[in-house]
């Protein structure tokens, strides 16, 4: 698995001090409310799970499953495979995505919710590849800017493989070429 990885571009560490500081602002931002986080099934899995253990005001957690529809990139198609289990009108929700690409996925998803009225939506994401954006949207919270390049690990994946990495590292381009 390791041999896969061209190079570490973000180590354990780095990613774990970086959670301290947005969980803090987050809990700063949010303190006196009940945020919702939403994570977007399966990349969030390890994120999230780190990310909360950094926030200090009460909250609760629910998920979504979301794919892309093939070849509809440009429509912005998204289907959705698991949808919340409550109903989040009125409520702030936060959802928690690993990467946003193309923006496309959120963007989808942030009008799908916007329909059930909830007080408020933000964004976080552990990654953003902003050279690669298609969709008007940015991360209310991000924790690393990242270069145009296919990244794996701490829940990203490659054909459902690499998310047990402990890091993040870019991918060998002969692994997907
Ligand atoms: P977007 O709709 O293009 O923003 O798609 C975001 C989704 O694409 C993420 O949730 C990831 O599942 C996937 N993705 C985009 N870039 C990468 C990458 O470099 N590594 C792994 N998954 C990626
Ligand atoms: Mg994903």
Do not use: W
Request: glycine share 6%; hydrophobic share 35%; proline share 3%.
């Amino acid at each position: 698995m390791e041999n896969d990885i061209q190079r570490v571009l973000l180590s354990k560490d780095e990613i774990e001090s970086k959670l301290t500081e947005i969980g803090r602002k987050i809990s700063e931002d949010y303190s006196g409310k009940e945020p919702v986080f939403v994570g977007i099934l399966k990349g969030c899995f390890i994120f999230m799970a780190d990310l909360m253990r950094h926030i200090d005001v009460n909250c609760s957690v629910d998920f979504m499953a979301v794919s892309s529809y093939d070849g509809t990139s440009s429509t912005g198609a998204v289907k959705i495979n698991k949808d919340l289990s409550q109903d989040i009108n009125g409520k702030d929700i936060i959802l928690v995505e690993d990467i946003l690409d193309s923006g496309v996925t959120l963007n989808y998803i942030k009008n799908y919710l916007s329909v059930r009225q909830p007080n408020s939506i933000k964004i976080v994401t552990l990654l953003d590849k902003p050279a690669r954006r298609k969709a008007d949207i940015k991360a209310d919270y991000f924790c690393f800017d990242v270069p145009d390049a296919f990244v794996v690990g701490y829940g990203l994946d490659y054909n459902e493989k690499y998310r047990n990495l402990p890091y993040i590292g870019i991918l060998k381009p002969e692994i997907y070429s």
